[in-house]
């Protein structure tokens, strides 16, 4: 079984509509949580960084993490067509550099 | 900020050919530099973590003889794909965090293919 099990997808939504990606894992000494964005053929770009449970907002991004349930998400609210890419999520135990990589799910928003 | 250079962007080679691709953090000191191949609609799979002025640490299956990580300074690591074969074709991302514990910043990555 894998830390960091993520919903390959793909996923495919009408533009604004609200789009919800999910990561579960298995270590309970995780305490840094990322969502990242790669473009086809770019690298990952950091999105969100969270630390412990809770949500952080940004813009139409929401991050929230569930410790106690080992479960964390990213909610994209009024989707975009540039919103279509693969996003991956990460986690690290005491040093956010480090991180474990989920496999990443891909998202298409129509317009 | 936290911008992470990587060059060259794409590369087409003769088998046989070295091939050295250079990861530069251009606004902060990467204390850890790491070292991904990426295949066609699949994950991130990590190569090696290098530290500056230390040797890379390789993961399980990664020949160290045919991928050769340098980290000289604070800025800078390379990858050095030696011999490279048709079966080395494939996209190659870095990325560096500092010493602060921040998330992993990525390069744009170098799409290598090995004719």
């Known amino acids: 079984q894998k830390e960091v099990e993520q919903d390959p997808g793909p996923l495919s939504v009408p533009e604004g509509a609200i789009v919800s990606l999910n990561c579960t894992y298995s270590n309970s000494a995780f305490q840094y949580f990322m969502w990242y964005r790669q473009y086809s053929r770019k690298g990952p770009e950091l999105l969100m960084y969270t630390y412990s449970s809770g949500n952080k907002e940004d813009g139409r991004f929401t991050a929230q993490v569930d410790k106690s349930s080992k479960y964390i998400s990213l909610f994209i609210r009024d989707s975009q067509p540039s919103d279509s890419a693969t996003y991956l999520c990460a986690m690290s135990e005491g040093d956010a550099g480090k991180s474990t990589f989920g496999d990443g799910t891909t998202l298409t928003v129509k317009p | 900020g936290a911008v992470v250079s990587q060059h060259p962007s794409r590369v087409i080679c003769k088998s046989g050919t070295s091939v050295k691709i250079e990861c530069r953090s251009l606004d902060f000191q990467a204390t850890t530099m790491f070292w991904y191949r990426q295949f066609p609609k699949k994950s991130l799979m990590l190569m090696a973590t290098?530290?500056?002025?230390?040797?890379?640490?390789?993961e399980q299956g990664v020949e160290k003889d045919k991928f050769l990580i340098n980290h000289a300074s604070l800025t800078l690591s390379t990858l050095t794909v030696t011999s490279a074969h048709p079966e080395d074709s494939s996209f190659y991302i870095c990325s560096a965090t500092s010493s602060d514990g921040q998330p992993q910043h990525f390069g744009d990555g170098t799409r290598l293919s090995i004719l």
């Open positions: 290098s530290n500056e002025g230390s040797k890379a640490t390789y």
